[in-house]
């Protein structure tokens, strides 16, 4: 029955993951990929943190994109735009591609007489090919009828504008990438408008009249501009799939599909993984019966034993245990929930099953790579009393404190020892002109060897099999080392390939302090050295670290070999060196509500110094989405392309796939362009993010998890 | 699609086939395999059919613990339970597939591991009614995880109406029941209806509960008390 329920529960997944039925309704998307008519933005907003995928065709013009509902009242999207037949000196093959932001804030919400009101900024950091500004409010009539109207200004004011304030630059930007405050609310104003119809929940039909007059198509790329008035059509299919047919200026044909999923509803609530053991409760008798306690050293051995053989079978490990009269210590490994407090909680209850009934304190110290995180009190008639009632009841009688001094040492019984797996992989390149999005498909075999809990030796090796990475021919002009720009030579010359392969030591030299120190092939372009330290407390939302690398560039081969830390550009022909040591100081700062920040400041891979800003959403289930800027003291024009490095991370939990408990996720980091400066070096086992995890802010949002 | 590509496209098949992550490594994810198992019902999954007298009279033999029949009706899944632990009014059963039902009294209160899982309830109005075979309203309220992993409570007003009685006889219970009925709604469009069959001494042995947007409707039935 297990696996049928199992797969009857992962199927709901996977048609959960086909576009959740949601409980509040995604609005329609424009063609910009955002809440809106046909190329007009409405005042709509999604559900909050809907992420939105679009892919759209106007004419000549492909448009992806990906919205993300930042908090209720603001959305951000990242498109990428390739227009066909466009003259302009940055086309490739005829074809002009295209990156740019907006950024979307809900100034009024609507009320029974009010209409929301919307401002927005449309491709505000990009080269400004889709420039320009929005104030938009849209009112409900009644149920399926909205009509919208706004003011336009830049692109959004080329059609039939009236004069506004100051002056606007009509140039599309070489490189791009700085955010066009100059711009904004510049320039001529013009009117847009429109409405949205829904005779069922099936269908939207549209109209609305356009102040975009398409000048740099129609002036590029032969685009004709007839009317303003555009029509549209949307069918939302079960799945909450919107496909869109337009008919726009009175010329032209377009077609999209959108297609909207929410971390917060997506996969199986709960998971499929099996039942815990229930709690044992104790009788009085019993809890008075010190007998046991005659023979300490034998009954810790024997209970040891029994305990760790209970822990296994959850897929959790015992890594020491300490045993007195009243009180039993367990330092526990998890390597398989991503929410710590069902590993803490099916612990618990292994505890209450085993343990003699005179213990009634439980302090469980969830060690991460041999770091004892934290400390987790919980007493064992609160266990007994409160099982069956809701879960904040226990974790309001739950103490979250710093793992004691007196932690239970490693238990070494089961080191050294060697795990292996060969899984496929996946690599992925994208916003090449000469082709988009590649990927390479293959095997990846890999192996640990842990000496103990906290000395690890890992690595893996690649083998492609199918895929179109290495071809990647472009040879762009870099003003700085090529310390990522020399990708191709990478992607053509490694396969098969090693990533990684390290040795690493993690440590916890003082209370509230982490460390890590990585030797080997770090990454896929450097090998070298790489030493972190992290001041985490348990209870704070507040955490400092320090970095501090030498490495030195790996051969284009990822085996073995390396090649010294100088580059010669293939354009120019000029040499450069770049030093070996890099290194940042970090803050992180836990907002709540799964807000995050962390700013880096240091000297980067290239030589250059600067500071990146990262925010992140975190969901409780382990999705991260977020944004990253770095600026250092490379200018723009030594940049290049995007003037600075920027991009977007999305990180979904594997479980949300599987329906199965994991710690594992895939993260995709999405740059527009991939330039030389502010580059980081690509370690896989920082210290924030596994520790953080351990810590009563994060443990107490999935506490839920706790009787799961 | 050429011979070269055909070939590796077959290769790449096998792979994934084979390979779905081996090794001793349980951290790295059967990715492929849960969703090959999702979407072609797994490697070798069995057909499902209903536990026959026969099973239920070899389950009652081969332990004295109590023994409940478990059916998810939605998905016509059907296993026996027995009863693994006591606390307090609260009783856990467990399938053979490491799956948990909670009864209090017979009340379904809490599963584990169907997906979807009922984590806790508020019941005591509701319990005091059916056990008391009386009519009446109660408040009932039921806790899910949803799938960010945030607990989500339900708060239900049921509407309680006992109705005829007659005898049972299911496993080793010989027994005279009256049947219960709880209408429930949150207001909000969530409602369902419950049965129930609650013996003399008020303990329910047989029902038929809403647990949850997931589950839907599952039957229960005491075997042996």
Not at chain 1, 368 to 396: F, H, I, W, Y
Not at chain 1, 465 to 492: F, H, K, M, W
Not at chain 1, 605 to 619: H, Q, S, W, Y
Not at chain 2, 135 to 154: F, H, I, N, S
Request: glycine share 10%.
């Amino acid at each position: 029955m297990a696996r049928r329920a199992g797969i009857a529960a992962l199927l709901a997944g996977a048609t959960a993951l086909a576009g959740a039925v949601q409980a509040e309704t995604v609005p329609s998307f424009n063609l910009y990929g955002l809440p809106g008519l046909v190329d007009m933005p409405d005042a709509n907003m999604a559900p909050d943190a809907t992420l939105a995928l679009t892919y759209g065709r106007m004419g000549t013009a492909n448009r992806g994109s990906v919205s993300f509902q930042i908090a209720p009242r603001l959305v951000g999207t990242f498109r990428y735009t390739g227009i066909e037949n466009f003259d302009h000196r940055a086309s490739a093959d005829g074809v002009y591609y295209d990156r740019s932001f907006d950024l979307r804030f809900q100034i009024l919400t609507e009320g029974d007489w009010r209409p929301s009101v919307v401002v927005g900024l449309q491709d505000f950091i990009g080269t400004g090919i889709y420039s320009g500004e929005y104030l938009v409010a849209t009112k409900t009539l009644r149920p399926g009828l909205q009509v919208t109207g706004g003011l336009g200004w830049g692109r959004l004011a080329s059609y039939n504008g009236f004069e506004g304030f100051g002056e606007r630059s009509e140039e599309i930007l070489g490189t791009g990438g700085q955010p066009t405050t100059d711009r904004w609310f510049r320039g001529d104003i013009a009117p847009f408008g429109g409405i949205a119809w829904s005779p069922n929940e099936r269908l939207t039909f549209k109209v609305e009249y356009s102040s975009d007059e398409y000048v740099t198509e129609t002036a590029q790329a032969g685009f004709e501009h007839n009317s303003p008035i555009n029509l549209g059509m949307d069918y939302r299919f079960k799945s909450g799939t919107q496909l869109s047919v337009y008919y726009a200026h009175g010329s032209t044909l377009a077609a999209q599909l959108t297609y909207a999923m929410n971390p917060k509803t997506l996969g199986v609530p709960g998971g499929v993984e099996s039942a815990p053991n229930p709690v044992s409760p104790r009788s009085a008798a019993e809890i008075a019966d010190l007998g046991w306690t005659s023979d300490l050293v034998s009954a810790r051995a024997s209970t040891q034993d029994r305990l760790a053989r209970s822990l296994e079978r959850e897929k959790l490990g015992l890594e020491g245990f300490d045993l007195e009269p009243r009180r039993a210590t367990l330092r526990l490994r998890n390597e398989t929930y991503g929410a710590p407090a069902q590993a803490i909680g099916r612990a618990a209850r292994a505890m209450s099953r085993i343990l003699p009934a005179s213990v009634e304190e439980f302090v469980i110290v969830p060690s991460e790579k041999g770091m004892p995180a934290s400390a987790v009190t919980l007493r064992r008639s609160d266990l007994e009393a409160l099982e069956n009632e809701a879960a904040d009841q226990m974790l309001a009688r739950t103490g979250f404190g710093e793992a004691p001094r007196d932690t239970p040492k490693m238990d070494l019984e089961e080191y050294p020892r060697f795990l292996w797996s060969l899984a496929p992989y996946f690599g992925y390149a994208t916003f090449d002109p000469d082709g988009p999005f590649r990927i390479d498909v293959g095997a990846s075999l890999r192996g640990e060897f842990q000496f103990t809990p906290n000395i690890i030796a890992s690595g893996s090796i690649n083998k492609k099999i199918v895929g179109n990475l290495d071809e990647v021919t472009r040879v762009s002009e870099s003003q700085l080392p090529r310390v990522r720009t020399d990708y191709a030579e990478y992607a053509r010359e490694a396969d098969p390939r090693i990533p990684r392969l390290t040795l690493g030591f993690y440590g916890k030299p003082a209370t509230q302090l982490y460390s890590r120190l990585t030797l080997g092939y770090l990454e896929p372009m450097y090998a070298g050295a790489s030493a972190e330290l992290l001041w985490k407390p348990s209870d704070s939302r507040f955490a400092l670290g320090a970095e501090l690398n030498y490495v030195e560039r790996r051969d284009y081969d990822m085996l073995f070999g390396l090649q010294g830390n100088e580059t010669t550009d293939p354009v120019s022909g000029i040499t450069r060196s770049f030093p070996h040591v890099n290194g940042h100081v970090s803050a992180y700062y836990d907002f709540g509500k799964g807000y995050n920040a962390q700013l880096d400041v240091g000297r980067y891979i290239a030589g250059d110094t600067g500071a990146t800003l990262t925010f992140t959403r975190e969901f409780v289930n382990g999705w991260r989405i977020g944004a990253f800027a770095t600026v250092t003291d490379v200018s723009s024009e030594d940049f290049g392309e995007g003037s600075f490095d920027k991009g977007l991370m999305f990180s979904i939990p594997v479980a949300i796939g599987t329906g199965q408990p994991s710690r594992n996720d895939t993260t995709m980091t999405i740059r527009s362009v991939q330039r030389d400066g502010g580059a980081k070096l690509a370690i896989d086992d920082r210290l924030y993010q596994r520790i953080r995890e351990n810590h009563e802010p994060d443990v107490a949002a999935s506490w839920g998890r706790f009787w799961r | 699609m050429t011979f070269k590509t055909t070939c590796r496209a077959g290769l790449l098949a096998g792979l994934i086939a084979t390979l779905a992550a081996c090794g001793n490594d349980d951290r790295r994810d059967p990715l492929l395999e849960s969703a090959y198992e999702s979407l072609f019902g797994g490697f070798g999954a069995e057909e499902q059919t209903p536990i026959t007298d026969q099973q239920v009279g070899q389950a009652l033999a081969a332990t004295d613990r109590p023994v409940i029949r478990f059916t998810v009706l939605d998905r016509e899944a059907e296993a026996l339970a027995v009863e693994i632990e006591r606390n307090g009014a609260h009783r856990t059963y467990a399938t053979a597939d490491r799956q948990a039902i909670v009864l209090r009294n017979g009340l379904i209160t809490a599963t584990r591991g169907l997906g979807g899982d009922l984590m806790s309830v508020e019941e005591d109005r509701l319990l005091g009614l059916l056990r008391g075979r009386s009519a009446g309203q109660a408040t009932y309220v039921q806790r899910y995880l949803t799938p960010e992993d945030v607990t989500e409570a339900l708060s239900f007003t049921c509407t309680v109406t006992p109705g005829q009685s007659s005898d049972i006889a299911q496993g080793v219970i010989r027994t005279s029941v009256t049947v219960m009925q709880a209408a429930c709604s949150d207001g909000q469009g969530t409602a369902f209806t419950d049965s129930y069959l609650v013996d003399g001494s008020g303990e329910i042995v047989t029902s038929k509960q809403w647990l949850g947007e997931t589950t839907g409707y599952a039957t229960m039935q005491q075997l042996r008390r």
